[in-house]
């Protein structure tokens, strides 16, 4: 009964691949997010879907790529991987795209770039 | 970004002391204020929201809200080693601005 989920775990991969992340909710919620937390450990959003409309793009290179199927889930394509890729990336949901709702992050995907 | 200030750390207290933890905004308009609790290697866990100014008390833990100062804080009382931990203070303003996050070691 995980309330966020994500897969994988860990990825580890070289530079110029192409990965994709998964994420998924059964909370029922609207809202969907991928943050990324660096390796000084501070977290920033990246994107952010309502209803599987994207709502939030913070200014991140164009090679990451979000995708919602549907308000359930939400997933990350990255393209040509680069070094400073490496971080750990976690989506988040909420009941409403509103400040006050709580966000609840799923378990994160460690991603290593060599 | 808006910003979003912690004390530095780490910090250390004994265990059963009070761990005070501060944070500054920077956006004189925010309305939702949120701590979350990282254990190393995990993911952010929710711990306390707090939305109008004064005080929210749930457990051992006390979030102050004062608005005018832009300054929000927790407080964990009776500290033990299962708190030791990095706690991220958060905006949202429809995205969740952190704060650095003020890392916990409560000593046994």
């Known amino acids: ?3 966020v989920s994500q897969t994988p775990k860990y990825l580890v991969t070289q530079m110029g691949n192409d990965k994709s992340i998964k994420c998924e909710q059964n909370l029922g919620h609207d809202t969907m997010y991928w943050y990324k937390q660096d390796s000084k ?3 920033k959003i990246m994107f952010s879907y309502n209803n599987k409309e994207l709502i939030i793009n913070e200014t991140v290179p164009n090679r990451f790529s979000p995708k919602s199927p549907d308000k359930a889930h939400l997933n990350l394509h990255i393209n040509s991987l680069e070094l400073g890729d490496s971080a750990v990336y976690f989506c988040a949901s909420s009941p409403r795209h509103t400040p ?5 992050f799923g378990p994160g995907t460690r991603l290593t770039v060599t | 970004q808006k910003e979003v200030e912690q004390n530095s750390g780490p910090l250390s207290v004994p265990e059963g002391a009070i761990a005070s933890l501060n944070c500054t905004y ?6 939702s ?4 609790r990282q254990y190393s290697g995990k993911s952010p866990e929710l711990i306390m929201s707090i939305y109008s100014n ?3 008390e749930d457990g051992r833990f006390t979030a102050q809200l004062n608005k005018a100062s832009q300054y929000v804080s927790l407080l964990i009382r009776d500290s033990q080693p299962s708190d030791s931990a990095t706690y991220l203070c958060a905006v949202n303003d429809y995205k969740l601005s952190f704060g650095a996050g003020t890392t916990v070691t409560v000593r046994a």
Do not use: M, P
Request: net charge negative; aromatic share 30%; glycine share 4%.
């Open chain 2, 33 to 36: 204020f949120f701590w979350y």
């Open chain 2, 26 to 31: 920077s956006d004189r308009v925010s309305q």
């Open chain 2, 54 to 56: 004064g005080d929210k």
């Open chain 1, 41 to 43: 450990k501070f977290l």
């Open chain 1, 100 to 104: 006050s709702y709580e966000q609840y």
């Open chain 1, 1 to 3: 009964d995980t309330a």
